[in-house]
């Protein structure tokens, strides 16, 4: 689910989105478990020119908090190109299709943030 959100205002039709959320992150559990971390706009996961996601596998009950950047760009989502507007951007935490879900955790004894960007699109 939604683990941090912002508004944003998009002020021009033919920009993109360049997205970052920076935090400390893990998964733990006493198996072997993932986790994944991604960006949603308005409730969809961006589609061009990529899902913007990370993922991390653990083993043995680890527990290591790694400081970890999720970056990239959006042009549309399912939905479209994202247009001129409000939009909700959420940063969220689920699990990897095919594997066993483990204890998601993020911020710990670090701040996080949401950073969105307007790029002109020749990046």
């Keep these: 689910g939604a683990i941090a959100t912002m508004q944003f205002t998009k002020k021009y039709p033919s920009t993109v989105l360049r ?3 920076s935090s ?3 998964v733990q559990s ?3 478990v993932t986790g994944r971390w991604y960006f949603m706009i308005d409730g969809l996961e961006c589609r061009t020119p990529s899902k913007i996601d990370v993922s991390i596998y653990n083993h043995n009950g ?8 999720l970056l990239g760009f959006c042009e549309q989502t ?3 190109p994202i ?12 699990n990897v299709p095919g594997h066993n879900d483990g204890d998601a955790y993020s911020g710990y004894r670090s701040t996080s943030l949401i950073e969105v960007q307007e790029m002109c699109p020749q990046f």
Excluded at 62 to 69: C, L, R
Excluded at 83 to 94: A, L
Aim: net charge negative; hydrophobic share 40%; proline share 3%.
């Design 30 to 32: 006493g198996t072997a």
């Design 78 to 80: 399912s939905a479209g």
């Design 83 to 94: 247009g001129v507007g409000d939009h909700s951007i959420t940063v969220n935490v689920g």
């Design 62 to 69: 680890d527990n290591d908090h790694i400081p970890s950047v």
């Design 19 to 21: 997205l970052v959320y």
């Design 24 to 26: 400390a992150i893990r």
